[in-house]
């Protein structure tokens, strides 16, 4: 009898393992990206766009950018979501709703925040244009940066987008979003250009110590936009011809 029950709890988890479905696979971690906020529109957020992004782990790792970028650990707790960023602060949201597609977080104020799902990128920090190691240049300094730090700071922004395109490619996505994302570059569907350094976004601006800091970087790019070709792609695929372009940034950059 003994014999017969071992070979029934051997038969139940051997099907477990073998039939997925049998166990729900958690959608918590995953890519979200930020979609719309309900509740009055004087208490929503401004610094939250379409490239508002939070990035779950299952190891129990995130970063985010929800108006700064941040890294971390991530818990959850009954309907609760808690993030500890680097700086050992942690945010706690309400955890009201989340599938494979959907999430929806509520801030302490009761503001719902609405996210969409993406495919989660490789692990490879180099691969993930959301990892810490492709997102530096998000980090404001403490203290005005050199020359070869500020050149570094932009080698690591372009990292990002060769790394971003590089994801959309290889998860067939159709379109991204790339007017959100605090840049000095202004991006077409067909190349790029230099935004003015008077048009610059206040978000890639705050990147920088100072004023000072963020006009030698502009400094920067602009000669290599006057004095340095970019060979674009012979192909019919943006993301191929952006990867490419960025790639040569990087090059001039280094």
Known sequence: MKMRIIILLSLTITMLSLNGCLIPHDPLPALWF????????????????PASFLEIRADGTYTSDLGSFEYGRWSRKDQQLSLTNQKHSTLTFSLNNVNHEEMQLATRKGIPLNFDSRPLPPTRAAEDPFSID?????LPPARKESAPAIRNRLFNHCQFWEAYFTWALNNNIATVDVRSTPTPIKIYGNGFTLKPFDELPAMWRSYFFDEEDCRKANEVIEDIFLHKNIAWAHTDNKYKMFIGAFQQLEKYLR
Do not use: Q
């Not at 930020?34 to 766009?49: I, K, V």
């Open 34 to 49: 930020y979609t719309f906020s309900g509740g009055h529109a004087e208490d929503r957020d401004d610094l939250l766009t």
């Open 134 to 138: 492709n997102n530096r240049w998000r």
